[in-house]
């Protein structure tokens, strides 16, 4: 293949991502096969943050069933992890639509802020909670993770200590995992509800999960 036909082929794709998904981020894909990817590439992030963060040593990290995404080897102990990506299409196309009429109003709206980021985490555990307790499933944990513009690391992290109680019987423990910030020395990861890794870990040793 040429390097024209090459550039050619990377264009349109580049431009069938943004077009069906709003934006250009880490989490673009269009096929399942390249959602797996991605979502292998998260995982992997997430055990490198949660390393550092919880000091903990892991192991190895496998794929799972779907559901489960992914089975986290943390010091010695088996746990779950599912996986959910939080994108706003909805936002992102309107703005699109408005872009030629109003440029500043349509990046206006896709400024986030914590009424619309709360909102949108709610609904999503929300949706992962209603669907795995109609098949009588629970998992470990659920990883939310973003690869979303104008969601800024300092945003998270406020807007995280917000959030309050969350439904989550389905779920041990959820985290949020979002963009990397240049120089910073890991991605940003934070747990939003129940308990920790570390807990989860020390509790299954014990014998009380």
Known sequence: ???DRHWAEFCKRFADVAGRRGHISMTARLTQT???AVEWIFAE???????????????????????PDFFVNCEGE???????ELIDLKTFRNAQDLSAKDPAKAWLDQQWSEE????????????KGDRYRSQRQSFDVLLIYTDEPWLAPNDLDLWN???????????KGVYVMGSYVPGAARYPLHRIAGSSVKELVA???AGKL
């Open 45 to 67: 992030i997430f055990c490198e943050a949660l390393a550092a963060m919880e000091a903990l040593t892991i192991k190895s990290l496998d794929a799972g069933p779907d559901p």
């Open 34 to 36: 390249e959602k797996a």
């Open 203 to 205: 509790a299954r040793r």
């Open 1 to 3: 293949m040429s390097d």
């Open 116 to 127: 619309r980021y709360v909102a949108a985490i709610r609904k999503l555990v929300n949706q």
């Open 78 to 84: 088996a746990l779950s992890v599912e996986l959910v």
């Open 161 to 171: 200590r917000n959030i309050g109680e969350l439904p989550i019987a389905q779920f």
